[in-house]
């Protein structure tokens, strides 16, 4: 595991842009897998910086989403097609159609994310936060290594962190569609960002910890091509 350590969220942000442009610029026709959520939005301010100063272009890159709320549509604010389409995709020059987020509606065959996921070819780079109990996408504590996209429950706890953006802890959906921690795995590299000290214990199970469901983050170490960035306080128990 490639550990870059930074002072704060600015530098995690110039630090994940460059990786990733670096990854665009080099390779025609990439697919990245994108993430939501406070932590990458540092990320995607920078990349929309380098695209305004004409240093990328996203014409030919392809995009899928890690997980959306179920219940959700594209339309509502709260949900992670519009935090993708406000927070980047309307701010860059990539065509709506190469991106893809799970439909929080349409939920019945979860599975053909993957198959979709597989058709074009696989995810080069797959851009990853990390929850305070450890999760990636949704994949909440106890989840199977071996899941690929399906419906999934979120904890009480996740439901709470996430609480702050919706209106009461009680609009906060209590299940999602994620890719599932095989589907995370079989992307050719992994980009994990964490910020701030609410994530560090989670941060030193992923790179110290036992590989365990309890902490779904552990399956990273068994992936050959992982490079973290974190800031100090994230760092802060390593
Ligand atoms: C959310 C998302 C994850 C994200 C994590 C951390 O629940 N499903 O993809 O990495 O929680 O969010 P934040 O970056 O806001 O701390």
Redesign the pocket.
């Known amino acids: 595991m490639n550990i870059i350590k930074v002072k704060n969220d600015a530098e995690v942000g110039i630090e994940a842009a460059k990786i990733i442009i670096n990854k665009v610029n080099t390779q025609h026709n990439i697919t990245l897998g994108l ?6 939005l540092s990320t995607y301010k920078n990349l929309i910086k380098n695209y305004q100063d004409k240093k990328v272009s996203f014409s030919d890159v392809k995009t899928f989403n ?2 959306e709320y179920k219940g959700l549509d594209g339309n509502h604010d709260q949900s992670y097609r519009y935090f993708m389409d406000h927070n980047f995709f309307n701010h860059i020059d990539i065509k709506k159609e190469n991106t893809k987020v799970p439909s929080g509606i349409d939920t019945l065959h979860p599975e053909k994310y993957d198959e979709l996921i597989a058709q074009n070819g696989g995810i080069d780079l797959q851009l ?5 109990n450890g ?4 994949n909440e504590p106890g989840a199977s290594f071996d899941s690929l996209t399906s419906v999934v429950d ?1 904890t009480p706890l ?1 439901i709470e ?2 609480a702050r953006f919706f209106a009461s802890k009680n609009d906060v959906p209590t299940q ?1 569609v ?1 890719m599932g921690l095989k589907t995370i795995m079989q992307a050719k590299s992994i980009l994990l960002l964490a ?2 000290e609410n ?1 560090a214990e989670a941060v030193s199970h992923l790179v110290n910890g036992q590989i365990s469901q309890e902490w779904p983050c552990t399956i990273l170490q068994n992936h050959p091509n992982v490079t973290i960035i974190i800031d100090e306080a994230a760092a802060s128990k390593l």
């Open positions: 993430a939501t959520g406070s932590t990458p890690l997980d990853l936060g990390i929850g305070i999760h990636i996408g949704f979120l996740t962190a996430n999602a994620s910020i701030g994530k």
